[in-house]
C-alpha cells in the first residue's frame, strides 16, 4: 500500500517539527519590551508576549489547530514538491537548501492547506509557514493555494488564507512571479461563485503575497503590529534615502490608511472569523 | 558561457573587418564569391554569439539608455492616439501611459509604463516605476475597453512598482493585486508585450493576458538581478550570476512555457532600428489579435484561466524522495 506507506512518511517528517520545539531553551525573550518571558507562559498565550501583547510567529501547523474546530481537519497535497525548475544555485543549490528547510520544518514547502470547521462553517484553510525559506512563495505554495480556492469554490465552503511570507521565492524566477496570477485568477472565480474569502496577514507579509492574494480578501484582516508592505522597508529605504516613519508599514499604519478592515489579536481572531462567517454565510442559498 | 560569447565576439570583429577591406576590392567573380562566402559566415556566426550571450548582455540591452520606449512604440504602431489620464482617485501617474488608439484601423486601448530619455523626463517619469494610481488608471482604461468592446494592448518596460512611502501608503500591493484579479476576468482580449524591463509585480500589473509575446532582448524576472545578488550572494556584485540563474530572458522563459512568442528585433538590438522594432512587433500584434479575435469571449477567458493556472513545477513525492527526506532527519 504505497498511499498508507507515503503518509506515513510524512508523519515521520512531521516529528522533525516537534523535536524542534522541544529543543528550544526554557526561557524567550520578547523582541518588543525586552522582557525575558518562561515560554511555556508565551506558548500558552497563543505566543503572544503576556507583558506587552507582541505577537510572536506561530507555526503554520499551529495557527490551523487554533482555527478550526477542536483543532481538527483534513490535510490536502500535503505531498506537493518542487521541481526546481532552473536548476537554481546561488551560494548553495536550491536543491539543498529544500532538503535542509524540509527537516527542518517536516513539512515539503511552506504552506499548509486543510478543510474543515471554523464555528461549524465548512472551510479551507491556508495557512503560510514562515520558517521555510521565510514564507516564500514558488510554484508548491501557488498550486496549493490555488487548488485550496478551487476546493473551497467546489464545495461551497470558506476559503481563510493566513499569510506569513518575504514574498515571491526567487529560486523559482519566473515561475514564482505567475504564481500571483494564477492564485488572483482563482480568487476571481470564488468571487463570482459569491464565496468568502477572508484573508489573514501576519507578521510579515511582503512583496508578491501582498500584492496578490493577502490584498483581495473580501476582509483583508491583520494581527497588531504585523509588518505588511509590498516593498520591504530596506528596499524603500535604499531609493528614498531617508528615515522611515516609526511605524511605517505595521498593521496599524495601514488600518489609518485604508488598506486593512481590521487590526484583530490573535486571541479573538477565531471569534472575529466566526462572526464574519456568520454574516457571509448564514441562511444563504 | 562569459568566455565562449567573448571569443565569438572577438571572431565576429575580426571577420566584418575582413568584409569591409574586401568590399571595394570585389571586382573579381572570386573576389564576389568570397565576400559572399565571408558574409554567410558572418551570419551564422551573429546567431551563435546571439545564442551564448551572457543573460546579463540581455539585461543591459533591455535598460539601453536609446531603447525604444512605450510611447516610441505607439507612436510607430498605432493612430489616433488619445491619451487618458488619472485614475479618479488621487492623481494622475505619467509612469503609466494609457490610452485609445487605432491599430491598423481598429479602435483599441495602449496601456504601457514610459520611462523618460534626459534627466528632467527620467524624473518626471519616475523612470518607469508607476505608483498605485498609475495601476489604477490602467485598469480603469481597460474597463473602459471592456465597455466597449476594444482589445487591450499593454506594452511592459518597468524596473518595477515604485517602492516608496507614498505608493505603500496608498496601497501599491492592494493597487496590483487588484488588477491582477480584475485582468483575469476582463471581458475583452488583452494582448501583453513585454518590450523592455519586465521587473517583477510592476511588471505583471499589467501583464495578464491572452497572448504573451516578449521582444528578442527583453528581460522579465522576479526580482532585478542585483537585487537577487545582494540577498542570496549577499553580494550585488555577483549579478552576473544572478541574471543567469533566474532564467529572465526571453528565450528562457519560451523554453520554460511562461511566455508564448520572442519577437525578433533589429540586428543588434531595437535601439539601433526604432520603425524596423515597430515594423517587427507590428507582424506579431496583428497575428495576436486575429488569433483571440475569433474566439468567443467565454472560450478567450477559459483559456486566459487555463493559461496561467498550468504555470508552476511541482510533482507528487514519491516514496523515493520522502524516503530521502526523512532518512536524511
Ligand atoms: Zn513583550
Known amino acids: 500500500m504505497p498511499l498508507f506507506r507515503k503518509k506515513k512518511r510524512l508523519r515521520k517528517l512531521e516529528r522533525a517539527e516537534e523535536r524542534t520545539v522541544r529543543t528550544e531553551g526554557v526561557f524567550i525573550k520578547c523582541e518588543k519590551c525586552r522582557e525575558v518571558l518562561y515560554r511555556k507562559d508565551v506558548e500558552e498565550n497563543l505566543r503572544v508576549c503576556p507583558k506587552c501583547g507582541y505577537h510572536f510567529k506561530i507555526s503554520a501547523r499551529r495557527r490551523l489547530e487554533l482555527l478550526f474546530d477542536e483543532g481538527q481537519y483534513q490535510e490536502h497535497d500535503a505531498q506537493l514538491v518542487t521541481t526546481d525548475p532552473l536548476n537554481f544555485v546561488d551560494k548553495k543549490s536550491y536543491k539543498q537548501r529544500l532538503a535542509e528547510m524540509q527537516k527542518a520544518t517536516g513539512l515539503l514547502d511552506a504552506v499548509i492547506t486543510g478543510e474543515g470547521t471554523l464555528g461549524g462553517y465548512r472551510t479551507i484553510i491556508a495557512a503560510m509557514e514562515y520558517q521555510f525559506i521565510g514564507g516564500s512563495m514558488g510554484s508548491v505554495v501557488g498550486e496549493k493555494i490555488a487548488r485550496a480556492i478551487e476546493r473551497a469554490e467546489q464545495g461551497r465552503m470558506a476559503l481563510i488564507i493566513v499569510s506569513c511570507s518575504g514574498g515571491a521565492r526567487m529560486m523559482e524566477g519566473v515561475f514564482s512571479l505567475m504564481q500571483m496570477a494564477k492564485i488572483a485568477a482563482a480568487l476571481a472565480r470564488l468571487d463570482e461563485a459569491r464565496l468568502p474569502y477572508i484573508s489573514v496577514l501576519t507578521d510579515p507579509t511582503t512583496g508578491g503575497v501582498t500584492a496578490s492574494f493577502a490584498m483581495l480578501g473580501d476582509l483583508n484582516i491583520a494581527e497588531p503590529g504585523a509588518l505588511i508592505g509590498f516593498a520591504g522597508p530596506r528596499v524603500i529605504q535604499q531609493t528614498i534615502r531617508q528615515k522611515l516613519p516609526e511605524g511605517f508599514q505595521r498593521s496599524e499604519f495601514l488600518l489609518r490608511h485604508g488598506m486593512l478592515d481590521a487590526v484583530v489579536p490573535r486571541k479573538e481572531l477565531r471569534p472575529y472569523l466566526i462572526r464574519a462567517l456568520g454574516f457571509m454565510m448564514d441562511g444563504r442559498r | ?329
Open chain 2, 1 to 329: 558561457m562569459e568566455e565562449e560569447f567573448e571569443q565569438l565576439d572577438g571572431e565576429r570583429r575580426q571577420l566584418e573587418q575582413k568584409i569591409a577591406e574586401l568590399l571595394p576590392v570585389a571586382s573579381t567573380e572570386e573576389a564576389r564569391r568570397e565576400l559572399q562566402r565571408l558574409r554567410t559566415r558572418l551570419q551564422r556566426l551573429e546567431e551563435r554569439i546571439l545564442a551564448h550571450m551572457p543573460a546579463m548582455g540581455r539585461v543591459k540591452l533591455a535598460r539601453h539608455p536609446d531603447r525604444p520606449y512605450t510611447l516610441d512604440f505607439i507612436e510607430r504602431l498605432f493612430t489616433d492616439f488619445s491619451e487618458i489620464h488619472g485614475d479618479r482617485r488621487f492623481a494622475d501617474d505619467p509612469a503609466m501611459v494609457c490610452g485609445m488608439a487605432r491599430f491598423h484601423g481598429e479602435p483599441v486601448v495602449v496601456i504601457g509604463q514610459q520611462k523618460g530619455r534626459d534627466l528632467k523626463e527620467r524624473q518626471y517619469r519616475n523612470f518607469g516605476m508607476a505608483k498605485p494610481e498609475g495601476y489604477r488608471k490602467a485598469l480603469r482604461a481597460m474597463k473602459l475597453a471592456e465597455k466597449f468592446n476594444r482589445p487591450v494592448f499593454t506594452l511592459i518596460d518597468t524596473p518595477g512598482a515604485y517602492p516608496g512611502i507614498d505608493a505603500e501608503e496608498r496601497g501599491q500591493a492592494e493597487a496590483i493585486a487588484y488588477n491582477l484579479r480584475e485582468m483575469a476576468r476582463l471581458r475583452t482580449p488583452i494582448i501583453v508585450t513585454i518590450t523592455g524591463e519586465g521587473g517583477s509585480g510592476g511588471a505583471l500589473g499589467i501583464g495578464v493576458g491572452d497572448i504573451i509575446n516578449m521582444l528578442e532582448n527583453a528581460i522579465y524576472s522576479v526580482i532585478s538581478p542585483e537585487g537577487c545578488a545582494a540577498i542570496l550572494w549577499k553580494d550585488a556584485g555577483q549579478a552576473d550570476k544572478a541574471a543567469e540563474g533566474l532564467k529572465l530572458t526571453a528565450q528562457d522563459l519560451l523554453s520554460l512555457g511562461l511566455i508564448d512568442r520572442i519577437v525578433p528585433e533589429p540586428r543588434g538590438g531595437a535601439h539601433l532600428d526604432y520603425d524596423e522594432a515597430a515594423r517587427l512587433l507590428d507582424t506579431y500584434l496583428v497575428e495576436a489579435l486575429a488569433r483571440v479575435s475569433e474566439l468567443p469571449i467565454d472560450e478567450l477567458l477559459q483559456r486566459r484561466y487555463e493559461k496561467f493556472r498550468r504555470m508552476g513545477a511541482f510533482q507528487e513525492a514519491t516514496e523515493e524522495i520522502l524516503r530521502q527526506l526523512t532518512n536524511a532527519g
